[in-house]
């Protein structure tokens, strides 16, 4: 079947004019990496309603879920397909874009895929960005990843971000969330799975010793960063090369999360961090429950990165981070329909 695409309205003569400059203005032309999946669908909303064109590169050609997109707003979406072996389509569809927002990533490591090869993909998108005349691109990588860290996720992060800074480009930018959360129950799948458990487990154990810290951000004020890092917030274009962390105000540890959670729900569950349990063995111990869902509820690769210790700000201080919305809260505004439901990962993310 011939698979036909609207033609993208052609930029302003002021917007190519600034668009030489590195500059976004009123009308641009910006790319994101699944404009309708979970980030991309909010950071989509913000850009649309400022008047800008939006190009979707993903398998995806509709929205994840309803909000914060209306129909008349996912029309406005321009769909194309994202095959990073297709480098001339690549091109192709980013040819006009000032902007690329990349927050393409793989979690788990399936089917022979790695963390590695999700970022030599990126790599190559960053070339063809440039390529195609993108001014800017803004990625969304980890607290605290470095190329040798001995989790695979973080490495791959930071390789991604190396490609980044070499590619060539006129400005980047560098997002470095450690966990998302919100809008609703449905799209916060840590929280959602941890509180079915909870609300079906009498116990509910932990590893290690339950003092690791997580620092997630809500998805509302993430794709407020990724607007401003992408040159659309209020102050305008920023450095040429900016890196920020991308947390929010609530630290608990991992006791204090879940046991936050299971109050939240109604939940009479015990949770508890006896100190004898690894990684492995709390996996190991949540099998059956992949078994009963199809799904990989947390690997142990997840949990190593859980218990490491990296899931914090890399700058505690940086005084926005105090400003967005609190985790706690959320939870709280949530609790009586999180964890209704289990939420598969590999059904979201992972089939066609």
């Known amino acids: 079947a011939v698979r036909t695409y609207a033609v993208l309205p052609p930029l302003t003569v002021a917007a190519c ?8 203005v009123a009308m641009s032309r910006v ?8 980030t991309g669908r909010y950071l989509a909303k913000l850009l649309l309603d400022g008047g800008h064109s939006v190009v979707s590169l993903s398998r995806r050609q509709a929205p994840l879920a309803p909000a914060p997109l209306s129909p008349v707003d996912a029309k406005k979406v321009f769909p194309r397909p994202m095959d990073f072996s297709d480098e001339v389509q690549l091109g192709a569809s980013l040819e006009g ?6 927050t393409y990533w793989i979690r788990f490591a399936m089917g022979g895929d790695s963390h590695d090869g999700a970022a030599d993909r990126c790599a190559r998108l960053f070339n063809v960005a440039r390529q195609a005349g993108v001014k800017r691109v803004v990625f969304t990588s980890h607290t605290r990843a470095t190329e040798d860290s001995p989790y695979a996720y973080l490495a791959g992060k930071a390789k991604a971000c190396a490609a980044l800074r070499s590619a060539g480009l006129p400005s980047y930018a560098i997002a470095r969330p450690c966990g998302i959360f919100g809008d609703t129950p449905g799209e916060s799948i840590l929280m959602n799975n941890a509180a079915w458990v909870l609300r079906r487990s009498p116990l509910f154990l932990l590893a290690g010793d339950g003092s690791h ?3 997630p951000i809500h998805v509302r004020d993430f794709s407020e960063l990724l607007l401003e890092l992408g ?8 450095p040429a090369a900016q890196e920020r962390d991308a947390c929010g105000p609530d630290a608990p540890t991992s006791v204090e999360l879940f046991s936050h959670i299971a109050r939240a729900v109604g939940s009479r569950s015990i949770v508890r961090a006896p100190g004898v349990l690894s990684t492995k063995m709390v996996t190991t111990m949540s099998k059956p429950i992949d078994w009963l869902t199809g799904d990989i509820m947390l690997d142990k690769d997840d949990l190593d990165l859980l218990c490491s210790g990296l899931t914090v700000a890399d700058d505690p201080d940086d005084p926005a981070i105090a400003q967005r919305r609190s985790l706690l809260s959320w939870l709280d505004e949530v609790g009586p329909n999180l964890g209704k439901e289990y939420i598969s990962s590999v059904d979201r993310y992972y089939k066609k």
């Open 213 to 215: 810290r997580f620092q």
């Open 17 to 24: 004019v600034a668009s030489c400059c590195g500059v976004p």
């Open 97 to 102: 874009c000032d902007v690329l927002f990349c």
């Open 31 to 38: 790319a994101i990496t699944g404009a309708f999946s979970y």
């Open 231 to 238: 040159g659309f917030g209020a102050s305008g274009a920023g």
